[in-house]
């Protein structure tokens, strides 16, 4: 098989993942034409860096080949998919030459399990080896890690990559029982834990080898089983706290051709996985907890975001009085993030805040205008009941006209 084809197959078959956010450029070219480069839409994608930057990745499996059933992944072993393969050289010319041409600025990559996992994961630590000590590459490496694998390879691999993920998938034990039979919870979170250690032992002692500086990550797919999303966050919540990890990523399940019986047939509103993120930095960001966006069973609301669905449901702190509110408060204000909270804090220690401050600090006025109290403005009607404020707040979705002028004649 052609490199090229392979890489079509599984930079393809790495779209599931969502670790980062793929770019969705249209295809183009500039054979025959004035200008120089090309997308070809095979495994560039974009995350973000620490300190803001865009960077781009190379984002593909080392192969599509899998000894796993699980239901709800497209590279299942009873999966009808073309299969292909790269070996380690394969991928190290791919970065090192997509890296030269100003394509990319990273790897990302996966795998199916082939043979056993020790063998699939010393593939892909041979691969970062290679980039980081023949070729000297300095770019941004993400590798997956295979749960199974030996603790020395998981090892070895935090000594090469930036940042390792194991990803859990599924929320609960049953949902992993029952839909990936193969896998073992228990084996994930020790994984995760060894991770943790050897991320917690560099941090005692900054002499000690580089790992994984970039922490770990993992991802949870949405809508496969029946699990809501008290139960997603709620799991989310227990990992950052007993793993300590950077990121907990959300993938909407997308159903595949043929898929077995035991997953949806329908894919689940893509709004639901975007809620959830919403949801996920309120956690992370804002010191909100689960518990408080949702304090019983059930899906975040999809009309409105989860801050304003809290403050609508806790209308006792509010109107706040942004003069004499604690930060932490003033943050936890719909339409007010979390920077503009930190700005407001440091204006009021030269004068006190007015609602003009608010507009030049392009707080969104619609959210935040029935929360907020100050030197020149009170709500009129701060008693208004929160359904009415929530049908006037709530995002309604419409399908944009191609030709307006023409619906209106």
Known sequence: MELTDKLEILADAAKYDASCASSAAPKRSSE?????????????????????????????????????????????????????????????????DFYLRNYIEGLFLSSGIIQSADYTMEQLVAIARELREVHQFRGYIHLKTIPDADPALIEAAGRYADRLSVNIELPTQTSIERLAPEKSVHTIKLAMGAIRLKLDEKADEPKAPRFAPAGQSTQMIVGADASDDQRILSTAETLYGSYKLKRVYYSAFSPIPQSPKSVPLAPPPLLREHRLYQADFLLRGYGFQVSELLPQSGNLALD???????????????????????????????GIGLLNAKRIVELRRMRRVRYADLSRLRCSMKKAAPFVITADYTPARDT??????????????????????????
């Open 32 to 96: 025959g034409k004035d200008g120089i480069g090309a997308t070809n839409g095979m495994g560039i994608c974009h995350s973000y860096t620490p300190d803001g930057r865009c960077v781009s990745l190379l984002k593909i499996l080392l192969t599509n080949f899998c000894i796993y059933d699980c239901q709800y992944c497209v590279n299942r072993r009873t999966s009808n998919v073309p299969r292909a393969r790269f070996t380690v050289q394969e991928v190290v010319k791919l970065t090192v």
């Open 384 to 409: 208004t009941p929160s359904e009415t404020l929530r049908r006037a707040m709530a995002e309604r979705q419409q399908q944009l006209a191609l030709w307006p002028e023409l619906q209106a004649a």
């Open 304 to 334: 409105i975001d989860p801050k304003l669905a809290w403050a609508l449901a806790n209308r006792q702190h509010f109107p706040l009085d942004l003069n004499r509110a604690e930060l932490a408060m003033i943050a936890r204000v719909p």
